[in-house]
């Protein structure tokens, strides 16, 4: 792994995911305003029917989405930690050995 690479990719992922919260925020917003503007005539009425069926399915992964998006930078950085710990790990058990041995 190129841990100089993807530790401040995996960092940058984590922040991504909380200014995606940040804009989805303005987003759901703008979208309740728009929503409201629909209307109550007939074709409204037969957008709405046809809107509202995936609306709250899309709503709930878009809310969704911010957060996952932060939770794996944090797991892409917890896991340059394991591999690094790893690699010390090893090197330092092969050192003992070696030391060992001689």
């Not at 005539?41 to 998006?69: H, M, N």
């Amino acid at each position: 792994m190129w841990t100089d690479v993807v530790e401040p990719l995996a960092h940058r992922l984590a922040v991504a995911g909380d200014d995606l919260g940040t804009g989805w925020q303005t987003g759901r917003a703008a979208v309740g305003t728009a929503e409201r503007a629909i209307g109550n005539d007939v074709l409204a009425d037969a957008f709405k029917a046809i809107y509202e069926t995936d609306r709250d399915l899309i709503r709930s992964i878009a809310d969704q989405t911010p957060g996952e998006v932060r939770k794996d930078g944090e797991v892409g950085v917890e896991c340059v930690r394991m591999y690094t710990g790893a690699e010390d790990f090893a090197r330092d058990t092969l050192a003992r050995v070696i030391i060992d041995e001689a």
